[in-house]
Each structure stands twice: as structure tokens, then as C-alpha cells.
């Protein structure tokens, strides 16, 4: 199953304050009652080389282009990839990220501007081609999005102070978003809602063997 081996790779994707943190915990945690060995994982980060990554180019005070954001956002990819998704996957294990190459797509290419085939093509080396099994998209107007990250009193990074039009082409990008195993799931319901819906599609696109799904 899934490009990496016998393992699940399921990715959690969707703009600012979508949900997506919440919902990677609250499907590791059933997975984990199911008896599912989980590996959960953050875009950028999860390792040294990529938390290193993920400091600059959410961090940096100065202005950077969009070319040079995606190298770093892949610097910090092909070091996860090897080190932590692969591994995880050969041993049998359901990987959940929080992001993966649909971000690329929606921040670096629709909201940067930067050409899709170039961009594709860069992911595919940084990733040996490893795509996932099931990719969630999590639909949230930005104002929605933006205003949850405010009552969770969320510093702003260098992303979310950009102006509504990148975010409107993000949120467009997301939702024309199509391919294998990428569903789309209403983030406005309530935590318990969305859970049940990613769960489903999580079961539906991966036939896990998990009590209650047949
Ligand atoms: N980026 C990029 O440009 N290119 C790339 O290739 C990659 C990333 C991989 C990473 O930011 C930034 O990097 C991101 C894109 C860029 N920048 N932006 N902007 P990050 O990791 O710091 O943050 P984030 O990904 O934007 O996540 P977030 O703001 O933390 O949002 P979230 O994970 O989707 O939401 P959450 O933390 O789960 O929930 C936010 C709040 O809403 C919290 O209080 C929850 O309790 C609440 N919540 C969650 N679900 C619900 C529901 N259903 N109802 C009500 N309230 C809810």
C-alpha cells in the first residue's frame, strides 16, 4: 500500500487555522485505540536539518523570494522524507503529516507565483516520488481560518502577514485541489465532525483493517 512501502501515508492539508494540528492528534489518537503503530509529523520540520529550515523561512525578518522559500521548504522535505516518513512506512506504521507537497503547491506556486511543472518537478526529486495514500483538504474561509489562529493567540509567521489576495489564491489553489486520494473535507463543522469525516475517507482510501469499517 501507499509508495513508501506497507505503511499508510495520510496528509492533513488546508490553509491557516483550518484545524489541521487538531485533526492530525485526534486521528493519530483513534488510529492509536484501533492498535495502529502512528508517526505524526509537522511541515516544515521533524528533524534536525528541517526545524533548522523551518527557522528561516517562518522566521527571517527580511523579505525572501519565492524560489528561495521552496528550496528551503524542500531542504526541510527530503531530510523528513528519508529519515523519519520512509523508515516509517517500511515498517508497516500509518504516517499523519501536518502538510506536505499540496502546500508547495497552494503557497509557492499559486500564492508565489512560481511555474507548477518547475515546482513538480523539484518535488519529485526532493521526495523520490513519494506520494500519499490519502490527502485531506480541509475547507475553511480565510477570515474563519484567521480568526481561530487569533483566539488561539497564534504568532503570526512570515506567511500569514501576507495580504487577502495571496490568501484568497491559496484558498482557491486548495480547493481546486484533485487527484488520487485527495478529499475534501467542510473544516467549518465541529472537531467531532470533521474527525468523523477525515476517518471515513482515511478508511475508504486506505482499507486499513480496523474494527467497524468493513
Ligand atoms: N508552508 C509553505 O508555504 N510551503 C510549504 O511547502 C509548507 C508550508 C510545508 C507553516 O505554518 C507555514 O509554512 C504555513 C504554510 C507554509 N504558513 N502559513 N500561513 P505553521 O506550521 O506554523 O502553521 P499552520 O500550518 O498555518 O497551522 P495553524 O495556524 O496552527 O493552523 P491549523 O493547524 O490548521 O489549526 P489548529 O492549530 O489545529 O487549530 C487552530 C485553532 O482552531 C485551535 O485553537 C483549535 O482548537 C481550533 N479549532 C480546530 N478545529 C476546530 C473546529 N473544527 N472548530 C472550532 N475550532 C477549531
Given at each position: 500500500m501507499g509508495a513508501g512501502g506497507s505503511g499508510v501515508f495520510v496528509v492533513v492539508e488546508g490553509p491557516e487555522g483550518a484545524g489541521k494540528s487538531t485533526l492530525v492528534r485526534s486521528?493519530?489518537?483513534r488510529?492509536?485505540?484501533e492498535g495502529r503503530p502512528v508517526v505524526t509529523v509537522r511541515e516544515p520540520g521533524g528533524t534536525p536539518v528541517a526545524e533548522a529550515a523551518r527557522k528561516v523561512v517562518l522566521k527571517f525578518p527580511h523579505d525572501m523570494t519565492p524560489a528561495a522559500e521552496l528550496f528551503l521548504f524542500l531542504t526541510a522535505r527530503t531530510d523528513l522524507v528519508q529519515r523519519v516518513i520512509r523508515p516509517a512506512l517500511e515498517a508497516g506504521d500509518v504516517v499523519i503529516a501536518d502538510r506536505y507537497n499540496l502546500s508547495t503547491m497552494a503557497y509557492q506556486v499559486a500564492g508565489g507565483g512560481l511555474p507548477f511543472d518547475e515546482v513538480e518537478q523539484a518535488i519529485?526529486?526532493?521526495t523520490g516520488g513519494l506520494v500519499p495514500d490519502v490527502t485531506l483538504v480541509l475547507d475553511i474561509p480565510v477570515a474563519v481560518g484567521r480568526e481561530r489562529q487569533r483566539a488561539a493567540r497564534k504568532v503570526q509567521d512570515r506567511f500569514e502577514r501576507q495580504d487577502d489576495a495571496f490568501h484568497r489564491r491559496v484558498l482557491e489553489a486548495y480547493r481546486h485541489a484533485q487527484g488520487p486520494g485527495v478529499v475534501h473535507v467542510d473544516a467549518t463543522?465541529?472537531?467531532k465532525a470533521v474527525l468523523d469525516a477525515a476517518w471515513k475517507e482515511v478508511l475508504a482510501a486506505t482499507a486499513l483493517p480496523i474494527r467497524g469499517s468493513s
Open positions: 486521528l493519530a489518537a488510529l492509536q485505540a519529485r526529486l526532493a463543522q465541529s472537531k
